[in-house]
């Protein structure tokens, strides 16, 4: 039940203060993406882990793509990711190994990488850490890849940003989850998510 408990109560954040989880705890969270589910045993999920001195540097990078791609990009937006990715007390940096000629389509190695990352999400939260997915455009600058060390075959699939979250934060309010579920009788269902 504590665990049931900690999958229901889980909620991503980036209002993340030090400390990120180390060591054998680190180790850990990381090693539940071992345990995704994963057709082909593929084991497609890379990581790069980005903390310290290293930070800056990588926003750095993430900020010359950002002017690379767009010169009139406007300074608050610069300085609110340069700030993020410098100060975020660690971020993994979520990679791909992708075949795209094995058997398993492509999509399911990246659902695979997805499943992977959920796990670890949950591992966070299991010890008292807590994180959040993002992607945006630096997700999908061959540049930004490419210095984390994804190139082909390998790709970028977002960054998660980690550290501990205040406990006291209100859980964002749950959907209820019959909208999103229905039961088969032969003919097609529809769901209540869809209105
Ligand atoms: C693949 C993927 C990419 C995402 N990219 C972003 C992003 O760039 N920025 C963002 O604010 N949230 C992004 N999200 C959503 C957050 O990770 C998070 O799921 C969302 O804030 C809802 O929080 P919850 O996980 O507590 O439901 C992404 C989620 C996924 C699965």
Request: cysteine-free; proline content about 10%; charged content about 20%.
């Amino acid at each position: 039940m504590a665990v049931l408990n900690h999958l229901l109560s889980r909620s991503s954040t980036d209002m993340l203060a030090e400390p990120a989880p180390q060591g054998a705890v680190l180790e850990d969270i990381l090693a539940t993406a071992m345990r995704a589910p994963d057709h082909g045993r593929l084991r497609p999920w890379r990581y790069v882990l980005v903390r310290g001195a290293a930070r800056p540097r990588l926003a750095e990078l993430i900020v010359a793509g950002m002017k690379a791609r767009d010169p009139d990009v406007p300074a608050a937006k610069i300085e609110k990711r340069r700030t993020r990715f410098s100060t975020m007390p660690l971020t993994i940096a979520l990679g791909m190994h992708v075949r795209p000629d094995d058997k398993i389509p492509v999509i399911e190695q990246e659902m695979a990488v997805a499943a992977a990352a959920m796990n670890i999400l949950n591992a966070l939260h299991a010890t008292g850490f807590g994180g959040v997915w993002v992607t945006g455009d630096m997700t999908y600058d061959p540049a930004v890849a490419a210095a984390l060390g994804f190139t082909a075959p390998h790709r970028l699939a977002g960054f998660l940003f980690v550290g501990t979250p205040d406990p006291s934060r209100p859980l964002p309010p749950r959907r209820p989850v019959a909208d999103y579920v229905a039961e088969w009788h032969g003919t097609p269902v529809t769901f209540g998510a869809d209105g």
